[in-house]
């Protein structure tokens, strides 16, 4: 058991924001209440630990700070990218401001290059770290599912029903590119839950591949008009086409003679306020981290596992190892199969 009830904790938001950080830190500062734990909050990432000397970046967080944040999407204490992080400098100067401040423990909520951050700073600073995965893309190994996912999916998904109406109404051909920067969790999901005609992601696609699946992609849209007269959505993964939706639409256009209009979602998906998933699986995540703390554990991520709370090394978080569940993708195939034969 760890003496840390003797010291404070620490909590920063990193990276991308994913809507449910703030329910997290709630659910932080509330377990740490329980223990008799102060919780000091950094803001603006890992810059508050940087800057905290020159700038005053860190607060104690009262109970107070957190009455009616738990609908909330963003993060209070704010996010940003931290290049300084990266450098030894910035890594020293963030130890010392975790030593200066009596700190014993820091949780960082974010996504693979926050935890890279914390990996980073083990070697500099010999406090307990902990993180917890928060990210729309889902692409943490080690855990079913993370902090910001449902919501970025819905959100996608009543942004695409929207289109969905007007694509029918002039039975138009529309390419839709979400988020999800290099994973096709996102997409898959989606895709499927829209309806989508068609579905473009890592997965079922190679840039080697680029000319031939034009052709295929192209030869379906045109058969679908004549045999179907209906719309024709393609969900498409961001950092998938080179020049993305867009540059697909100039393609199919020039090939093809297709028109459609591209449509991307960027970072609306980022925004809004976090769905009952993800606002339950940040508080059970936020609980289960100063429960980590109490119990001693370091480097680690909480994650949730078969509908369970547990503990993955923060090696193994970032390994990118994690992939779009094959049942998706076998239903897409099957889905796409049955459009061409018009069978439904």
Not at 47 to 54: D, H, P
Not at 261 to 277: D, E, M
Request: aromatic share 6%.
């Amino acid at each position: 058991m760890s003496n840390i009830k003797s010291k404070r904790i620490a909590i920063l938001t990193s990276g991308g924001d994913a809507p449910g950080m703030n329910a997290a830190i709630r659910a932080v500062v509330l377990a740490a209440h329980h223990y008799h734990i102060d919780v000091i909050g950094f803001y603006h990432g890992y810059n508050g630990l940087i800057c905290a000397e020159s700038i005053d970046q860190a607060k104690l967080i009262e109970l107070s700070d957190i009455n009616s944040i738990i609908h909330r999407g963003g993060t209070f204490l704010k996010s940003a990218r931290c290049a300084q992080m990266q450098t030894e400098d910035g890594l020293k100067q963030a130890a010392k401001t975790l030593k200066d401040k009596n700190i014993a423990a820091l949780i960082v909520v974010g996504g693979d290059g926050s935890f890279n951050g914390l990996l980073a700073l083990k070697n500099y600073w010999h406090g307990q770290l902990i993180g917890i995965p928060g990210t729309i893309d889902n692409d943490l190994d080690g855990t079913d599912f993370t902090i910001g996912f449902a919501t970025a999916v819905n959100t996608a998904i009543e942004a695409i029903d929207k289109i969905r109406d007007t694509a029918d109404a002039f039975e138009r051909i529309f390419l839709v590119e979400v988020m999800g920067r290099h994973s096709g969790h996102i997409t898959f999901n989606v895709g499927i839950a829209c309806g989508a005609e068609h579905v473009l992601s890592f997965e079922n696609f190679s840039v080697a591949e680029q000319a031939s699946k034009l052709k295929i992609l192209a030869t379906e849209i045109k058969d679908a008009q004549q045999n179907r007269h209906s719309s024709y959505i393609i969900v498409i993964a961001e950092n998938l086409w080179p020049g993305g939706a867009i540059e697909l639409t100039k393609k199919l256009k020039q090939l093809a003679g297709i028109d459609c209009t591209a449509c991307v979602l960027g970072h609306i998906q980022r925004g809004g306020s976090p769905v009952p998933k993800d606002r339950l699986l940040a508080t059970k995540m936020g609980v289960a981290a100063v429960q980590a703390i109490v119990a001693g554990e370091n480097h680690i991520m909480i994650a949730e596992q078969n509908s369970a709370t547990c503990y993955v090394q923060l090696e193994q978080a970032v390994k990118h190892r994690k992939v779009v569940n094959q049942q998706l993708i076998d239903a897409q195939t099957n889905i796409l199969a049955l459009t061409a034969q018009n069978q439904y």
